[in-house]
């Protein structure tokens, strides 16, 4: 199973560290099996040592240059980071990435043999359009993907499920993944509101290979419960 953490634009430098030294314990001493994965922000990026795998949330695909706020690729090597997230929701629907430099990104990260987080979903307007509009849609997010590549993991994650409390139901995400195994043979996580409260249900789905988690991984306490109820399954 795989389970990652993405802690978006919360923690400090201090705190991250502290999450990071928890969270090995705590899979140290629960004998957690799981490929855990935790996303922290720039500025708490450092040489952790640790069995957590510590990816980027975001990178330009450059080795280095001029793109101001932006890291690339020199900036992450420093710290021996091989993980990135593409494609995630806020990143396309916040701050307006548009499919062209999504895939731009894709191909930089794939050409450095990193393992990828591909993020696909669709908005509410399509959703309530049903399954075949929803497919359209993420077919879309996946023109010019490499879908053989070796190192990537694709997490679907509704737009509308994310970040907003209300997970996708269980019937939702089994056709949906059932759908999308169709179209891919690699590990597909669910991400959207997955809580302590509805993990056990969501990763007993078959189809379902692991889960991204935004808010219930920023209080250690949460991400360790749903470490501990993966265990069960
Ligand atoms: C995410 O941002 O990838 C995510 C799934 O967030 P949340 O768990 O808060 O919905």
Redesign the pocket.
Known sequence: MIIAG?L?TNHTRASTKDYIEILNKFMYVNSIKDKVYIFPPFTAIDNFITNVKVGIQNAYPTESGSFTGEIGFSQIEEFKIDTILIG???RRHILGESNELIQEKFNFFKEKNFIIFY?IGEPLEIRKQGLDAVLEYIDNQLIGIDLNYENLII?Y?PVW????GVSASVKEIKETHLALKEKFSKPLLY????KPSSVKEILEIDEVDGV??????WKIEDFNKILEISKEI
């Open positions: 993405n978006k995630h929701s806020e993020c997490a994650e499920a994310i970040g907003t991400g959207g509101s997955v991204l988690i935004g808010t219930a991984s």
